[in-house]
């Protein structure tokens, strides 16, 4: 039963992005920016419990967020320039 689910469920992806390559391109990209984000805050969390990092300061200053944003120590943001 789940070898013919699998089956299934590859020919309705392989349908989907030969009907829809525009919405599936969309969507796989969320999906990276998703795991981006997710793999970004679980370094934030090792590097906080493990000491990495400036004491007293947010792991998080200096990097550039996908808006274009940037985040200083006192946690304010900030409009990058361009």
Not at 13 to 35: G, Q
Request: aromatic share 8%.
């Amino acid at each position: 039963m789940k070898r013919i689910a699998g089956f299934f469920l590859i020919i309705f992806v392989l349908f989907w992005i030969l009907s829809e390559p525009t919405a599936a391109s969309s969507s796989v990209s969320h999906i990276v920016a998703n795991l981006r984000s997710a793999g970004d805050s679980m370094v934030t969390f090792m590097e906080g419990i493990l000491g990495g990092g400036t004491a007293g300061q947010s792991t998080t200053t200096g990097r550039t967020r996908q808006n274009g944003t940037r985040q200083n120590s006192t946690g304010s943001t900030h409009r990058g320039a361009g």
